[in-house]
């Protein structure tokens, strides 16, 4: 899956070091231990992240265009509304999402690591409420801010709609890009997971009050929330005109003056086939020097010894 991503042109080198890492932990083996399992852990959360990555980026670009071109054919809006999804699921990003998300829980627990699993991060304040499930008239009946603890979910709930609704802490883990984890990341509800009974147990002493949820790459933390308290940093969608998406692929915004219109380009420093030909290459090279010099240190060890 990573070398596909790689090939793509999506991030190359990430994907080639992460390919990397994987294959070398998995010829250490030894995953039942604490340290070991902590390593795979790290890498198949940078894992995650990368195809986060990817889903973000496909919800910065297509939504509006699929609105305003599927508007001009008379397509269905729910057709319209699910068209993004529908990319991000279709492909081998959302496979190797479900694998790592599944192979990250278990090294988790074979590594004593947090009780989280950051599915969408960011900063919500609001009522501690808890439910059973994702009941579509609770949602819509949210008068106030509130974060959610759901006892349980399939994955293919909505809650796109649900102005009032600012955090999900769900007691199951799910795949990050489901629908529901698609769904929160586009309307920008923070969400996590956690299925450590004594962490839940504390947060369900805590339904009823106002809360704040902090979650990011390094866990969540859930606390009674404080006027005036600082919020942490989320990166906001309004970001500089021109950022880079990947290893040599940089996006820009435009807006054109006689239309209002938003343009998105897109400018590659290089072949993204060139550049993951060069990678190899280095990589075969750094193999051959260090072949090369053990060659050479044992020749002359034996022209010594003779």
């Known amino acids: ?7 793509s042109g999506w991030n190359p080198s990430e994907c080639i070091a992460l390919e990397n890492e994987l294959a070398a ?5 030894m995953f039942t231990d604490k340290e070991p399992a902590l390593r795979l ?67 988790r627990v074979a590594g004593g690591a947090g009780a989280w699993d950051v599915v969408v991060s960011g900063h919500a304040d609001g009522e501690l409420v808890a439910v059973d499930s994702f009941d579509p008239a609770i949602l819509e009946s949210l008068e106030k801010d509130t974060i959610l603890l759901v006892k349980s979910a399939t994955g293919d709930e909505e809650v796109s709609g649900a102005g ?11 795949p990050h890009l489901s629908h529901l984890g698609v769904r929160a990341r586009q309307e920008g509800v923070v969400f996590v997971t956690s299925e450590q009974q004594e ?39 309004a970001a500089a005109a021109e950022r880079e998406v990947a290893r040599g692929v940089k996006m820009k915004k435009e807006v054109v003056p006689s239309s ?8 590659f420093s290089e072949d993204a086939a060139s550049e993951m030909d060069r990678l190899h290459e280095q990589e075969e090279a750094a193999v051959a020097e260090f072949a090369a010099s053990n060659n050479g240190a044992g020749g002359n060890g034996a022209a010594t010894g003779g």
Not at 25 to 29: D, E, F
Not at 260 to 267: A, H, L, P, R
């Open 25 to 29: 932990w998995q010829r250490q083996g």
């Open 1 to 7: 899956g990573l070398r596909h991503m790689g090939l």
């Open 199 to 237: 962490t839940l147990s504390g947060l369900r002493r805590l339904v009823g009050r106002k809360v704040s949820l902090i979650a990011g790459a390094e866990g969540a933390q859930v606390e009674l929330f404080q006027e005036g308290g600082a919020k942490s940093k989320t990166p906001s969608k």
């Open 260 to 267: 209002k219109d938003e343009v998105v380009t897109f400018s």
């Open 41 to 107: 852990k790290a890498t198949l959360d940078r894992c995650l992240r990368l195809t986060a990555e990817y889903a973000n980026l496909l919800l910065e670009v297509y939504p509006a265009r699929v609105d305003a071109l599927g508007g001009a054919l008379g397509v269905e809006g729910y057709l319209m509304s699910v068209y993004t999804e529908s990319e991000i699921r279709a492909g081998v990003v959302f496979q190797l999402s479900k694998l790592a998300t599944l192979l990250a829980r278990a090294a």
């Open 164 to 174: 009032r609704l600012k955090g999900v802490i769900l007691e199951r883990e799910i």
